[in-house]
C-alpha cells in the first residue's frame, strides 16, 4: 500500500490538482528520474507485464484442466483415467485474449471491472468456504509451525521450491501496481487522483489481504 501511495502521487508533477499528468508509469519516471532511468524502469516494467501474462495464462489453463479432472473423476469415479493435457487449454485461452485484444475501445468496458470484481469475491468465498468445511470435519494432515513435514509429504528441495512458489503467488496476487498511473489516469478530479487513488488502493489491498490470508490459512488448515 506504502509504495503503491507514492506511485500514485507521481500521476501529476507538482501540484496535485493542476499539476502536469503523466499518463503512464514511464510518463510518470521521465518527470522525475533522467533517460537511462527511465529506460531501465521500462525494461523491468514490460518483463514484469509479460511475466504476468505468462502467469495468467499458466493459472487459468491449470485451473480449467483441474475443473475438467474434477468433473471426470465426479463421473467415473476415482479409479478412472482422467489425465488432461494443460497445452489445449493454453491455446484455448490464447485465442480468447487475442479475440478480445481486437475489440475497439477494450477499456472502455467499465462493466468488466465488475464483473472480475464479482468474480474473484465468487472463488475466493468457495475456496474459503471449502477450506473451513473441512477443517472443521476433519481429519487434516499432520504438520508443523515450519510446515509440512520433510519426509512426509514431500523432501527437502521439494518444500524450499513451494516456499518461494508461495512468495511468487503473493506478489502475483497484487501485480495490479505496475499499471496503477494507468488506472489512475481513468479517475475523475476533483477530488484530486491522487486521493481517490489512495482509498482505492487501501480498500482494494485490505480486502485482498483479507481474502487470500483466510484462503491460505484455512486451506492450510485443511
Keep these: 500500500y506504502y509504495t503503491s501511495g507514492l506511485l500514485a502521487d507521481c500521476y501529476r ?6 499539476g502536469k499528468r503523466n499518463y503512464t508509469y514511464m510518463d510518470a519516471v521521465a518527470s522525475y528520474l533522467s533517460r537511462w532511468q527511465v529506460w531501465a ?8 507485464l509479460v511475466g504476468t501474462a505468462i502467469g495468467y495464462t499458466i493459472t487459468a489453463s491449470i485451473s480449467a484442466a ?6 471426470c473423476f465426479h463421473k467415473n469415479g476415482r479409479a478412472a483415467d482422467c489425465g488432461v493435457y494443460d497445452s489445449m487449454y493454453m491455446v484455448v485461452f490464447g485465442v480468447v485474449q487475442i479475440f478480445f485484444s481486437q475489440v475497439p475501445n477494450f477499456h472502455d468496458l467499465w462493466w468488466l471491472s465488475i ?3 464479482v468474480m474473484s469475491f465468487t472463488y ?3 475456496a474459503v468456504g471449502l477450506s473451513l468445511a473441512q477443517t472443521i470435519s476433519g481429519p487434516t ?3 508443523t509451525l515450519t510446515g509440512t513435514e520433510v519426509g512426509v509429504d514431500v523432501d527437502s528441495a521439494q518444500k ?3 516456499a518461494f512458489q508461495a512468495l511468487g503467488d503473493i506478489a502475483f496476487a497484487y501485480s495490479y501496481s505496475m499499471i496503477l498511473i494507468e488506472i489512475q489516469d481513468t479517475v475523475r478530479s476533483p477530488p484530486a487522483e491522487n486521493k481517490t487513488m489512495k482509498k482505492a488502493t487501501l480498500v482494494g489491498v485490505s480486502t485482498t489481504t483479507a481474502f487470500y490470508m483466510l484462503c491460505g490459512c484455512l486451506g492450510y488448515a485443511a
Design 141 to 143: 494432515g499432520k504438520s
Design 115 to 117: 464483473l472480475a470484481a
Design 66 to 71: 483441474a475443473i475438467n479432472k474434477a468433473n
Design 160 to 162: 524450499i521450491w513451494l
Design 124 to 126: 475466493a468465498s468457495i
Design 13 to 18: 508533477t507538482g501540484d496535485p490538482l493542476t
Design 41 to 48: 524502469c521500462g525494461v523491468f516494467q514490460y518483463v514484469n
